[in-house]
């Protein structure tokens, strides 16, 4: 049994690594790299956060 | 983007910005750090033992608990108030400087890529113990937890951290069970702590064995800053962070203490500091089959919430780099759907499969824990530079922490005997991480810092530093 067990570990591992290879492949054709990596850094404290105390 | 579209997590039309989700809240903090912590209860602390006897073990459970309570209180007031991703990373940035920012994401990385190899270990190892099966390995099971986890990271922090809170609990929880079902308020029924712990061999080999348990006595509460990671992804940081940090550290307090007492009441301490899983063998040991599936799964869940919350933390303190230019801005992506860092996950998850097969349990757990005392003793430093150049009442600070500077001296001083610590027992793996950490902050000074972008890495709209 612990055999078997460890043959679907395998499948299910394979499985989910090919579907986040294949995501990865989709978003990155479907999106353009800047708005990709458009992401900001402190971008709710420059609105929210006036530090006057 | 709308407020509203980053709240619900939609597909971003053309040229919008993608940013990562501000979802979770206190309980998520929470589960994120005593999720990465409490394997630690399961597996780890017990080692000290080995290095100093059983009353070792519980001495340094008090002073290595005085250090992660500085590291939860300087951390929830630093970072309440540079709240980002990376966090110790960003907080280095802004009050150090770009080189040591760059170090202290290193330290992150190696700390919870590492962390994530020892519990996948851990997980694999215990199925094949349960197993009993000649010819048997752990590989299925190491690489079946870290590529779920890894999926289940890419696909969202919310469903992440919610399952962490799952899972972490329910480890906790056995962890009261145990307790509870050994009868502790009955000394010699079931606990027998006056035999095993006697003033013969309490401490076998005297004080030195107490400064040499502090190596691994760090794994009562190591990662319990991992909460700091979440700082961009919390709906209200300077509330949340220091909520469940500080939560969190008093569950884990409660969590070390009652395994000492129980472990150390069933286990001899020659055992205690040999065996892989302290409670699930003090589980074996009061002879209940329940009690023996019920820490079985309490060890198999914590390791599996560690595993987690350090994927989480890891791809956050690497897309934080990214994202600044310190490494190329391609790991800086977000995904359009999920929200996450999806490359920076993906990339690291091939790294700690091979760290997987390579390493060992015992050299991964240094590794860890080096990378973290390294954290640590940067972060004693950088409450101090923090108050001085932002004195209290310069910017707003979601939570001031008290007695400053007693933390950040006990952490520096509980730091330097780690070091010494570990220095007795892995000197040469300190060695060699410590000249890993200068041939590559070499390397971005000489190199690779010429491309980043000097005046956007500093995000935080704070006033000029003092003395400025």
Same mark, same amino acid.
């Given at each position: 049994?612990?055999?078997?067990?460890?043959?679907?570990?395998?499948?299910?591992?394979?499985?989910?690594?090919?579907?986040?290879?294949? @995501?990865?492949?989709?978003?990155?054709?479907? =999106?353009?790299? @800047?708005?990709?990596?458009?992401?900001?850094?402190?971008?709710?404290?420059?609105?929210? *956060?006036?530090?006057?105390? | 983007?709308?407020?509203?579209?980053?709240?619900?997590?939609?597909?971003?039309?053309?040229?919008?910005?993608?940013? +990562?989700?501000?979802?979770?809240?206190?309980?998520?903090?929470?589960?994120?750090?005593?999720?990465?912590?409490?394997?630690?209860?399961?597996?780890?602390?017990?080692?000290?033992?080995?290095?100093?006897?059983?009353?070792?073990?519980?001495?340094?459970?008090?002073?290595?608990?005085?250090?992660?309570?500085?590291?939860?209180?300087?951390?929830? *007031?630093?970072?309440?108030?540079?709240?980002?991703?990376?966090?110790?990373?960003?907080?280095?940035?802004?009050?150090?400087?770009?080189?040591?920012?760059?170090?202290?994401?290193?330290?992150?990385?190696?700390?919870?890529?590492?962390?994530?190899?020892?519990?996948?270990?851990?997980?694999?190892?215990?199925?094949?113990?349960?197993?009993?099966? @000649?010819?048997?390995?752990?590989?299925?099971?190491?690489?079946?937890?870290?590529?779920?986890?890894?999926?289940?990271? =890419?696909?969202?922090?919310?469903?992440? &951290?919610?399952?962490?809170?799952? $899972?972490?609990?329910?480890?906790?929880?056995? $962890?009261?069970?145990?307790?509870?079902?050994?009868?502790?308020?009955?000394?010699?029924?079931?606990?027998? +702590?006056?035999?095993?712990?006697?003033?013969?061999?309490?401490?076998?080999?005297?004080?030195?064995?107490?400064?040499?348990?502090?190596?691994?006595?760090?794994?009562?509460?190591?990662?319990? *800053?991992?909460?700091?990671?979440?700082?961009?992804?919390?709906?209200?940081?300077?509330?949340?962070?220091?909520?469940?940090?500080?939560?969190?550290? $008093?569950?884990?307090?409660?969590?070390?203490?009652?395994?000492?007492?129980?472990?150390?009441?069933?286990?001899?301490?020659?055992?205690?500091?040999?065996?892989?899983?302290?409670?699930?063998?003090?589980?074996?040991?009061?002879?209940? /089959?329940?009690?023996?599936?019920?820490?079985?799964?309490?060890?198999?869940?914590?390791?599996?919430?560690?595993?987690?919350?350090?994927?989480?933390?890891?791809?956050?303190?690497?897309?934080?780099?990214?994202?600044?230019?310190? &490494?190329?801005?391609?790991?800086?992506?977000?995904?359009?759907?999920?929200?996450?860092?999806?490359?920076?996950?993906?990339?690291?998850? /091939?790294?700690?499969?091979?760290?997987?097969?390579?390493?060992?349990?015992?050299?991964?757990?240094?590794?860890?824990?080096?990378?973290?005392?390294?954290?640590?003793?940067?972060?004693? $430093?950088?409450?101090?530079?923090?108050?001085?150049?932002?004195?209290?009442?310069?910017?707003?600070?979601?939570?001031?922490?008290?007695?400053?500077?007693?933390?950040?001296?006990?952490?520096?001083?509980?730091?330097?005997?780690?070091?010494?610590?570990?220095?007795?027992?892995?000197?040469?793996?300190?060695?060699?991480?410590?000249?890993?950490?200068?041939?590559?902050?070499?390397?971005?000074?000489?190199?690779?810092?010429?491309?980043?972008?000097?005046? @956007?890495?500093?995000?935080?709209?704070?006033?000029?530093?003092?003395?400025?």
């Amino acid at each position: 049994m612990w055999f078997t067990l460890s043959y679907i570990a395998w499948a299910i591992s394979a499985a989910l690594a090919l579907w986040m290879l294949y @995501d990865w492949f989709k978003t990155d054709t479907a =999106y353009s790299e @800047d708005q990709l990596t458009s992401s900001r850094e402190g971008e709710i404290e420059a609105v929210s *956060e006036k530090h006057k105390v | 983007m709308s407020q509203a579209a980053q709240a619900t997590g939609q597909v971003p039309a053309a040229g919008q910005r993608i940013s +990562l989700l501000r979802v979770l809240g206190p309980a998520h903090v929470w589960a994120l750090g005593v999720g990465i912590v409490l394997v630690g209860e399961f597996t780890g602390w017990n080692f000290s033992a080995d290095k100093g006897g059983a009353l070792a073990a519980l001495i340094t459970c008090w002073f290595v608990g005085i250090l992660y309570t500085s590291v939860a209180m300087i951390d929830s *007031e630093v970072t309440s108030t540079v709240a980002a991703a990376g966090g110790q990373y960003a907080q280095a940035k802004h009050i150090v400087g770009p080189l040591m920012a760059f170090n202290v994401a290193l330290y992150l990385v190696f700390a919870y890529t590492m962390l994530e190899v020892s519990d996948s270990i851990l997980v694999g190892d215990l199925m094949v113990t349960v197993a009993a099966t @000649d010819g048997l390995t752990r590989h299925a099971f190491v690489v079946l937890t870290i590529v779920v986890l890894a999926w289940l990271n =890419y696909r969202g922090v919310l469903m992440t &951290l919610n399952v962490n809170f799952i $899972i972490t609990a329910l480890a906790y929880l056995s $962890i009261i069970i145990l307790f509870f079902s050994v009868q502790p308020w009955s000394q010699g029924v079931v606990l027998k +702590l006056n035999e095993l712990v006697t003033p013969q061999n309490a401490l076998p080999y005297g004080w030195i064995g107490v400064i040499a348990a502090f190596q691994f006595a760090i794994w009562y509460y190591l990662g319990i *800053e991992g909460t700091t990671q979440a700082a961009e992804e919390v709906r209200s940081p300077s509330r949340s962070l220091p909520y469940g940090t500080m939560a969190g550290m $008093i569950t884990l307090l409660i969590a070390a203490a009652l395994t000492w007492y129980v472990c150390a009441s069933l286990l001899p301490w020659e055992y205690l500091g040999f065996t892989f899983f302290p409670l699930f063998d003090a589980a074996r040991v009061t002879g209940s /089959p329940t009690l023996e599936f019920i820490l079985f799964w309490g060890t198999v869940l914590s390791a599996v919430a560690s595993a987690n919350g350090c994927i989480n933390d890891a791809a956050r303190a690497w897309f934080s780099l990214g994202r600044d230019r310190y &490494l190329p801005t391609w790991f800086a992506a977000v995904h359009p759907t999920y929200r996450t860092p999806y490359r920076a996950i993906l990339f690291l998850l /091939p790294i700690a499969l091979a760290f997987a097969f390579i390493a060992d349990l015992n050299q991964a757990i240094t590794f860890s824990i080096l990378s973290g005392v390294l954290q640590y003793t940067f972060m004693s $430093i950088n409450i101090v530079m923090f108050r001085n150049k932002w004195p209290l009442g310069s910017i707003r600070r979601g939570y001031t922490h008290p007695f400053h500077p007693i933390p950040a001296i006990c952490l520096f001083l509980l730091c330097a005997i780690t070091f010494f610590a570990i220095f007795l027992g892995f000197g040469s793996q300190l060695i060699a991480m410590v000249i890993f950490y200068v041939v590559v902050s070499i390397w971005f000074h000489f190199y690779r810092y010429r491309f980043v972008r000097r005046g @956007d890495q500093f995000t935080m709209p704070w006033p000029k530093p003092k003395g400025y």
